[in-house]
């Protein structure tokens, strides 16, 4: 497709009542305008151009380098909007798709159905339009007796005779794109809101007996425009059942899908199970077999296949297959769990290399390391990998065995088959094969205790 999308998100957003520019408040992690963008790209679009303003810098800084941007200093209303991209657009002729950034839900098949039907018709513009039961706050859609669309009547200039209307404007449009910039000029301010609407160009467009199309989506969700915070919910919600009806229906289980979260780009292999209350965002795969949840968070990272993630955080990270995760583990970014590897209750791993078969059972800390393979680290094991001003490494090598509660003082190497004594603090190296060991010797004094408590009843007795 040839089609040129341009999306608008410049718009303050008054009505998120916020610090934050609306269409960068995200969906199933996902800001509102990515979501728009990917749609877009999906459908076949070959150039994406977004407008900011309100906020520019956030927004720009969430989208992809490939979309362009071109800025609305001021944002004096969607048709000003427009007439800020017309040198963005430059002479680019055809199918220009104007995308509002605070319509989130809209699907490629429904962009591309539009660009079709505006180039099967030669239409200056193809509108997309539908019916809702609430129309308060959309454009309203006026046809005439017979059935063109004569005009877009915003809500707040409706007329006592209109408001019964509930086809509305989703403020999805394909134009052409010529066209549509020929006649930007006749756009005026002269409404309620004082606002340069692009809406308004349908009647310019009848008055110069330029043909105006419409195609109507039976699926109102889809067109949802997000302009509060009720609505964002009401979004996330239909979303979340859009993607997990997605997924069951490709064969993952969800034991209660109304409370598993999985964002858009998120992969799920087959078979595999989430359980409730597991948020799965970014560009995270999961592979097949692989359980995850209840209660668990995974970010950006890869589960392999026939992995268990238990209540657990996993961020920026990768699980290896039948790797086990939990309960209560924290993956920070840049942890590798290798194949069958384990990291157990209450452990934290950052920026480390676990290699296949090793297990971090419990209650351990391990940052900045690299462990071979068929390593047990012993419970309470922490490696102080930070002297206050700089991080540093710790490299425990195949089939060591780390005695509970060592602490392996960074930089230091274990040599492959060493052992650390438990309750060690190992700062120099141990050789492969050697025993680290670093305590002071135990002392034991006969009968103490049985001292102890007799002298303890002798003082109750006075
Ligand atoms: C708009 C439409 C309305 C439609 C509704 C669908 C107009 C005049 N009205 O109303 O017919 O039913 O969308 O959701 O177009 N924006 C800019 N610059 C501006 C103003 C807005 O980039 O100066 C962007 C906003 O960021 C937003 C989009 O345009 O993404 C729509 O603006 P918004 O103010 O939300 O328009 P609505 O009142 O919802
Ligand atoms: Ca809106």
Request: glycine share 12%; with cysteine; net charge negative.
């Amino acid at each position: 497709m040839g089609a040129v999308a341009l999306i608008l998100a410049a718009g303050e957003g008054t009505r998120m009542k916020s610090a934050t520019p609306k269409v960068a408040h995200t969906i199933l992690g996902e800001p509102m305008v990515s979501l728009v963008v990917n749609a877009a790209k999906a459908a076949g679009c070959e150039r994406v151009i977004a407008v900011t303003g309100h906020g520019a810098d956030v927004v720009r800084s969430l989208l992809a380098e490939d979309v362009t941007n071109c800025v609305q200093e001021e944002q004096l209303g969607t048709g000003h909007a427009v007439m800020c991209a017309r040198d963005c657009v430059a002479d680019f002729e055809g199918s220009l798709v104007v995308l509002s950034g605070d319509t989130p839900l809209i699907t490629p098949d429904t962009i591309a159905g539009l660009v079709a039907m505006r180039e099967s018709s030669g239409a200056a513009v193809t509108l997309l339009t539908t019916h809702v039961k609430d129309p308060s706050g959309y454009g309203r859609i006026l046809r005439g007796r017979d059935g063109r669309v004569d005009a877009i009547v915003e809500h707040k200039d409706l007329s006592a005779d209109q408001q019964h209307i509930t086809e509305i404007n989703t403020g999805t449009y394909c134009f052409d794109a010529s066209v549509l910039f020929a006649h930007l000029d006749r756009l005026t301010t002269d409404n309620v809101q004082g606002e340069y609407y692009l809406t308004d160009i349908v009647g310019v467009f009848n008055s110069e007996g330029l043909l105006v199309s419409a195609m109507t989506t039976g699926d109102a969700s889809e067109t949802m425009g997000v302009n509060s915070r009720v609505q964002l919910a009401e979004a996330a919600r239909i979303m979340q059942r859009r993607i997990n009806q997605f997924h069951m229906l490709e064969g993952v289980t969800m034991t209660d899908p109304g409370l598993v979260w999985v964002g858009p780009r998120v992969v799920l292999g087959r078979d595999v199970t989430l359980e409730p209350m597991t948020f799965l965002m970014g560009e995270t795969q999961v592979g097949e077999g692989a359980r995850i949840g209840p209660n668990s968070r995974v970010t950006d990272s890869t589960v392999g296949p026939g992995a268990v993630v238990d209540s657990s955080v996993v961020v920026q990270s990768k699980v290896g297959a039948k790797a086990n995760v939990g309960p209560v583990a924290y993956l920070r970014p840049g942890t590798v769990l290798g194949e069958a590897a384990k990291a157990g209750t209450s452990v934290e791993i950052k920026n480390s290399v676990v290699g296949d078969g090793s297990k971090v059972p419990h209650l351990s800390y391990i940052g900045d390391a690299e462990i071979g393979s068929g390593v047990n680290v012993g419970a309470g094991t922490i490696t102080c990998n930070y002297d206050g001003v700089h991080k540093h490494r710790t490299v425990i090598e195949d089939d060591v065995f780390i005695g509970s509660d060592t602490m392996l003082i960074a930089p230091v190497r274990i040599g492959r088959g060493a052992v650390t004594g438990a309750s060690s603090a190992i700062s120099d190296d141990v050789p492969a094969g050697a025993l680290g060991i670093e305590r002071s010797e135990q002392r034991n004094l006969d009968g103490w205790a049985e001292r102890r408590r007799r002298a303890q009843e002798t003082d109750g007795d006075e």
